[in-house]
């Protein structure tokens, strides 16, 4: 009798076994295979936004260092260094940046320049600025030499070399001149491919002055960008090019590698577009999954037939465990993402979406008899930009962080905090509506912000100015609140004696009325509403006209003749006077053209302009001189600049601007010494050649001896000695006249002699006199060549 070694229920049931085993199998790794697909799509999301702002980091220090060289004069090495020196070198992704300005190669003087202002042993320019490059032809007779760059180790080698002798990268170059935005070519690096981006930096006319050039070694700067995703042990990165060639891999070196193929690795590709390269690069995610926990299942289900649900209840719970974990995290990023939202990252404090959302819900409190108001308080910090600026963003975010505490230190229980932006904070009092109530709170924030801050070492001391309005009724709305403590606050900034001010209703009608002028204003240069008018600067010995001052006129067509005190301070606070002030210099020097060629034996009056602060401390005034002046024939001395005794104490930084006026022989004018400081250091250290008397000493001459006369004659006697002339302002009688000759003024101006006249009655006031001829004398020796 023969026995079947397999019976028919046994083959039933192993067959059932491998069945399920196998449907497990396959149910498992589907689904690994599904949570990896998804995990991963999110990381591959994760690395291109990494990617991405890491690539904005670059395009802000580029851009940052492209303004700060648009609006530095004679940038020096170390300016350039000191800016750079914390984005640049290890650990920043970029490797070296280099400013390489835009010079003539018919000038071999301008390598001389460059090698001075390099401050570098050895500099020098190559290849030589004789050599040229068919490759370069675009550029004519220019050339694009390296003069800094930061990290100093590492672009040391570039510094010297010209941009345009690479040909390779010329097409790059010449593209991001052609249209003034940021272009890259490739290049190698110690046989490692990297990317240089030019960035074209222009002057505010639109003149080329250089390249701006940033070298990314593209390993170092995909390792940093995707530091996290290097140190994971399950992830490889793929970086090509549309081409499909690889570019960049990154793998941890302890990753195991697939066993026999049995595994399949999901993975993920993003193509992404750099406006920059012009191109696309494909990065490919490959999640390298070595869990071989599938296979052991599989395994063992075929061998342990009556232990599958116990593995598939562990499965289970296994998969249940994950679910958990995975929840418990997505929670606590959802916690912290609605932190984020409502808090300043800097400070910690409320920020400006939790202040519009909360005021909107005390506002809806606020009951019609004017029931649970508040205040709120709008602090701006004093000098802070100053700081900031001259010490750096570090410092900055330092004073924040304590003002913030300070704040925190102060409040009361049912005070809100808010950092609104910048340097400036809201604070919200609720219930609280009493004016007295409110200042002392007030001066309670401000003593607290008033005291010294101390930041590695150092004292500062900054300062605040607040901004108050009350808030009791439900009809208001956020925008107007927010408008009227922002009024008050500039009103408190610009206060020299209160630090806190209350809102009132006026403030917005001045407000109102000052945004009106700079609206008009910008209109009235265009509708030729401007106009000039010249005061005559009489000789005290021969009683003759020997100078003018131009001054500006607005006769408006509705409102009149606006006076300057009006307009020229908003001009110059929204820098439309640097625009005017180009329009002056222009008509000025046209005015002073035609009376030259008209003028007789070259008895031309001399016309003075006056320059603001503005104008001076942007150095704008010296471009537009050069360019001015070289349209005319007159003699530059012809032209006079006046500058105000205060504009230079407030603003040490005019000494260059004055010094490169001064060589194009324009004659300086100190004006209104006396109402500053009357310091004579501003005598010694710039090059005037006249100095003005302000009207407040000549309204008070009365007689002599007494004590306006004394200074009078002592200001007079001083700048004599130190060889000033001295015009003396505002003279209106003839015994201020009699007085200043006697005093041995030279020259005056006031109603008693003439008063300001409209160009077409200038020539009235000019005739041949031994005072215009000594004014002229330059000049006349320049028409004599000019004739000759």
């Not at 190559?126 to 490059?133: A, G, Q, R």
């Not at 020997?546 to 509705?558: C, M």
């Not at 105000?644 to 040490?652: A, P, V």
Request: with cysteine; aromatic share 10%.
């Amino acid at each position: 009798m023969k026995y079947k070694l397999i019976s028919p229920r046994t083959t039933y049931i192993w067959l059932t076994g491998i069945l399920v085993a196998l449907l497990c199998f396959y149910t498992i790794n589907f689904y690994e295979g599904k949570r990896a697909q998804y995990s991963l799509e999110l990381k591959t999301n994760e690395q291109i936004e990494a990617l991405e702002n890491a690539i904005s980091a670059l395009k802000t220090v580029l851009h940052s260092t492209r303004d700060f060289l648009q609006i530095s004069n004679d940038l020096t090495s170390e300016q350039f260094h000191r800016l750079l020196r914390d984005r640049t070198g290890i650990d920043s992704g970029i490797h070296t940046i280099f400013w390489a300005p835009l010079i003539s190669t018919r000038h071999p003087a301008e390598s001389n320049i460059l090698k001075i202002k390099s401050n570098q042993l050895g500099y020098t320019i190559h290849p030589d600025i004789s050599t040229n490059y068919a490759c370069s032809n675009w550029l004519g007779l220019h050339a694009f030499p390296v003069l800094y760059a930061s990290p100093k180790f590492e672009g040391s080698e570039f510094l010297g070399k010209r941009l345009e002798s690479h040909c390779p990268n010329n097409k790059a170059l010449r593209r991001a001149i052609e249209i003034n935005e940021a272009k890259a070519s490739t290049f190698y690096h110690e046989g490692k491919r990297g990317l240089q981006i030019y960035l074209p930096v222009q002057s505010s006319q639109g003149q080329t002055l250089g390249v701006l050039v940033m070298n990314i070694i593209l390993h170092e700067f995909l390792e940093l960008a995707w530091q996290d995703e290097f140190l994971a042990k399950n992830i490889e990165i793929i970086v090509q090019d549309e081409n499909k060639r690889e570019l960049f891999q990154m793998r941890h070196p302890d990753q195991k590698d697939n066993l026999f193929g049995l595994l399949e690795f999901p993975s993920v590709t993003r193509s992404l577009y750099f406006p920059t390269l012009d191109k696309s690069l494909v990065i490919t995610t490959i999640y390298l999954n070595t869990d071989y926990r599938p296979l052991i299942y599989g395994a063992a289900s075929s061998f342990l037939i009556f232990m599958l649900t116990l593995s598939v209840s562990v499965s289970v719970k296994s998969y249940a465990n994950r679910l958990q974990v995975s929840n418990k995290l997505v929670a606590e990023k959802t916690q912290r993402l609605r932190v984020q939202a409502t808090h300043d990252s800097l400070t910690g404090l409320f920020n400006r979406q939790a202040l519009a959302e909360q005021l909107e819900d005390f506002i809806s409190q606020i009951t019609p008899t004017g029931g649970n108001g508040f205040a709120i308080l709008f602090i701006d910090l004093n000098r802070f930009k100053i700081v900031n600026d001259s010490m750096g963003h570090t410092i900055g975010d330092l004073l924040l962080q304590q003002v913030a505490q300070r704040l925190i230190n102060n409040v009361r229980n049912d005070d809100i905090c808010y950092r609104f932006g910048g340097d400036e904070f809201i604070v919200c009092l609720r219930n609280k509506l009493n004016r007295y109530d409110v200042s002392n709170v007030c001066q309670r924030y401000l003593a607290a912000l008033t005291e010294p801050y101390y930041c590695d070492g150092l004292s500062y001391n900054i300062g605040a100015s607040i901004g108050v309005t009350t808030v009791n009724s439900p009809t208001q709305t956020l925008t107007n609140i927010l408008r009227e403590a922002d009024t008050a606050m500039y009103r408190a900034k610009n206060s020299s004696s209160d630090h806190v001010i209350f809102y009132d209703d006026t403030m917005f009608d001045q407000a109102k009325q000052r945004f009106t002028v700079e609206n008009e204003l910008s209109e009235a240069h265009s509708k030729k509403q401007l106009l000039l008018y010249y005061q005559p600067v009489f000789s005290v010995n021969s009683d003759t006209v020997a100078a003018f001052e131009a001054l500006l006129r607005w006769n408006h067509p509705e409102k009149g003749w606006i006076s300057p005190a009006v307009f020229i301070p908003v001009a110059e606070e929204t820098d439309q006077i640097i625009e005017i002030g180009d329009w002056i210099l222009e008509e000025v020097c046209d005015t002073i053209q035609q009376i030259w060629d008209k003028s007789p034996s070259g008895t031309c009056p001399r016309i003075n302009v006056n320059v603001s602060v503005k104008q001076l401390k942007s150095g704008h005034i010296v471009k537009t001189l050069r360019s001015v002046l070289k349209k005319y024939r007159f003699p530059n001395s012809l032209l006079g600049i006046e500058i105000t005794e205060s504009t230079l104490l407030n603003h040490s930084t005019a000494s260059n601007t004055l010094k490169q006026i001064k060589t194009l022989g324009v004659s300086l004018y100190l004006d209104d010494f006396g109402t500053g400081y009357s310091s004579l250091a501003v005598l010694n250290d710039y090059p005037f050649d006249v100095l003005k008397m302000d009207r407040s000493f000549i309204w008070k001459l009365n007689k002599k001896g007494d004590k306006s006369s004394q200074l009078c004659e002592a200001i007079i006697k001083m700048s004599h000695s130190i060889n000033l002339t001295v015009v003396a302002e505002g003279v209106e009688t003839q015994a201020q006249f009699d007085m200043l000759k006697s005093y041995q003024c030279d020259y005056i101006q006031g109603f008693l002699k003439g008063k300001p006249v409209a160009k077409c009655e200038m020539s009235r006031f000019i005739v041949s006199s031994s005072a215009a001829k000594q004014l002229s004398n330059i000049a006349l020796k320049h028409k004599k060549s000019e004739n000759a």
